[in-house]
């Protein structure tokens, strides 16, 4: 079965950081890409960051670009996503998952809260 399990939210204020991590099973996770979603109050949920397999490629949002790096460790099932220079626009429930649209498995989410 597979399951995702996001850690690390938190509320900070403008300007930290945090770091994400999602523990991934039920699959083998080295041979897909995985993806960090958010989705803010109000808003559809929208692509954050990617990773291939071998973390030789990244993509980013350009409103997370220079700030934020998704990484990943094939050998723990685990990918992260380093967060720095939060903003309050930021604020929102960050979900991992493989970037297929097959692939309806979501996690809980871990909650980010940016304020002051």
């Known amino acids: 079965q597979v399951q995702f399990v996001e850690s690390g939210g938190g509320l900070v204020q403008p300007g930290n950081s945090l770091r994400l991590s999602c523990a991934a099973s039920?699959?083998?996770?080295?041979?897909?890409?995985m993806a960090w979603y958010r989705q803010a109050p109000g808003k559809e949920r929208e692509l954050v960051a990617r990773?291939?397999?071998?973390?030789?490629?990244?993509n980013y949002a350009d409103s997370v670009k220079g700030r934020f790096t998704i990484s990943r460790d094939n050998a723990k099932n685990t990918v992260y996503l380093q967060m720095n220079s939060l903003k309050p626009e930021d604020t929102a429930v960050y979900y991992c998952k493989v970037p297929l649209r097959s692939w309806d498995y979501w996690g809980q989410g871990t909650q980010v809260t940016v304020s002051s």
């Open positions: 990773i291939s397999t071998d973390s030789g490629v990244t």
């Open positions: 039920g699959f083998t996770f080295s041979t897909y890409a």
